[in-house]
């Protein structure tokens, strides 16, 4: 079983729909979750934290579920200018030390008129 | 901003040719990595570093050497260039917790 599993699409959808994405991870003592966004031909970004009680940041949500060991985002409102992948990573560590990054291998979404 | 420089963003190499990769980050931060990206296999972990001269290996260190003489600059060596060796290698630094910042990449094609 992979480190960290996500669909790998694509998703197709119309502009305002509104769409989900998960991402499985099979360490149970990962410490720390983020989700960052990576442009065609371009390198990943940072695009939001994922807290224990979920977060949110403009129309976007990040939920974790320890218990089923997921992590999951959803965007509201889907423009043009978010068709992009979106990458899940899992921090084993959750100190300031360096760790093994490991990240999925991305879910493509593209956001159609 | 954090800036995160790779050399070159397109490299051929001939099979068998010693390759340096240099990238350069102007935040101070203590950890360093090289990853190579390749299609349906996402970002795979070559090295780490969280100190200079301190290196640890990642997934798939084979083929690969690196080294880390000043805090800002973290170098990947391909000691002698394979075509399996053709990839993305994205470059990152990163303060800790996962918050990373990646260089543009560099695509490096082996012949």
């Known amino acids: 079983r992979k480190e960290v599993e996500q669909d790998p699409g694509p998703f197709n959808v119309p502009e305002g729909a509104t769409v989900a994405f998960n991402c499985t991870y099979s360490?149970?003592?990962?410490?720390?979750f983020f989700w960052y966004r990576q442009d065609c031909r371009k390198e990943p970004k940072l695009l939001m934290s994922v807290y224990s009680s979920g977060n949110e940041d403009g129309r976007f949500t990040a939920q974790l579920n320890r218990a089923s060991q997921y992590i999951s985002l959803l965007i509201r409102d889907s423009k043009l200018s978010d068709s992009a992948t979106y990458l899940c990573v899992v921090n084993p560590i959750n100190t300031g030390t360096a760790s093994k990054l490991t990240f999925g291998t991305g879910t493509r979404l593209q956001v159609t008129l | 901003d954090v800036k995160v420089t790779q050399s070159s963003r397109y490299l051929v190499k001939r099979t068998g040719e010693k390759v340096f990769l240099e990238c350069v980050q102007d935040m101070d931060h203590e950890n360093m990595f090289w990853y190579r990206q390749d299609p349906g296999l996402g970002l795979r972990l070559i090295y780490f570093s969280y100190d200079v001269k301190m290196k640890e290996k990642g997934d798939i260190p084979e083929g690969y050497s690196v080294s880390r003489e000043k805090k800002e600059r973290f170098s990947l060596i391909l000691e002698s260039a394979s075509t399996n060796q053709t990839s993305m290698y994205l470059c990152a630094s990163s303060l800790g917790q996962g918050k990373a910042f990646f260089g543009q990449g560099t695509r490096l094609t082996v012949v």
């Open positions: 360490n149970s003592a990962s410490q720390s």
